[in-house]
């Protein structure tokens, strides 16, 4: 059975490729399990249908039959245990691919969300040049600590894993930030991510829509 997956009608990224949905795409391209993909508005996001799926009225959701799920981070999980490709055989690896993508989204995304909520939200708040070095000094120092784990490797450990696909989506927010070229490393990590096929597939693919969108 092929799933379907939601995406934004009008992405917010413009195409760069950070909306969430692109964490799905590239797991069902990396196990290569075709998907279909249902475009929603923001309006239809709080519609009855879709909170029905997504209780927070968000993107991505994932339907296969009767399961239906919400939240980027199960579904990348639940596209990992089922399809080989995203998880090592060994348990113990297993165990700690899983924890390095519970690191991503929570240790190391949170800074960096705070860092996208001072640029954009808050960019003519008085406050904002005085927090905006903070944010970026806590960002830094996950980003040290994730440095100093990775070494000369090139993944988290061993072999790239859903984790790895998780920490580079979101190590990819930091982009344009300048932070990441400190750590030449890492820098070199998000690189070796998005040069694999998969990824490629699944950018061009949500940029495809973006660019429908910009012209329609």
Do not use: C
């Amino acid at each position: 059975m092929i799933p379907t997956i939601t995406a934004f009608e009008r992405s917010p990224d413009g195409g760069r490729g950070l909306a969430r949905d692109m964490h799905v795409r590239w797991a069902l391209e990396e196990v290569g399990q075709p998907y279909d993909v249902r475009l929603v508005s923001f309006d239809a996001m709080k519609q009855p249908a879709h909170v029905a799926i997504s209780p927070f009225g968000n993107i991505p959701t994932y339907e296969e039959g009767d399961l239906a799920l919400f939240e980027s981070g199960a579904i990348v999980l639940h596209i990992a245990v089922r399809h080989p490709g995203l998880m090592p055989e060994d348990a113990n690896a297993q165990a700690r691919a899983i924890a390095w993508m519970f690191a991503a989204f929570s240790t190391m995304e949170q800074p960096i969300l705070d860092r996208t909520t001072a640029v954009i939200l808050e960019r003519d708040a008085p406050w904002r040049d005085q927090r905006l070095p903070l944010v970026d000094d806590r960002i830094r120092k996950r980003l040290a600590e994730l440095s100093r784990h990775l070494g000369d490797r090139d993944w988290l450990e061993g072999a790239f894993s859903a984790g790895d696909l998780v920490m580079v989506g979101v190590l990819r927010r930091l982009q344009r930030s300048g932070l990441l070229t400190e750590f030449p490393n890492l820098a070199a990590y998000v690189a070796r991510g998005e040069a694999r096929p998969a990824f490629k597939r699944a950018f061009e693919a949500q940029l495809a829509v973006a660019i429908a969108a910009s012209s329609g």
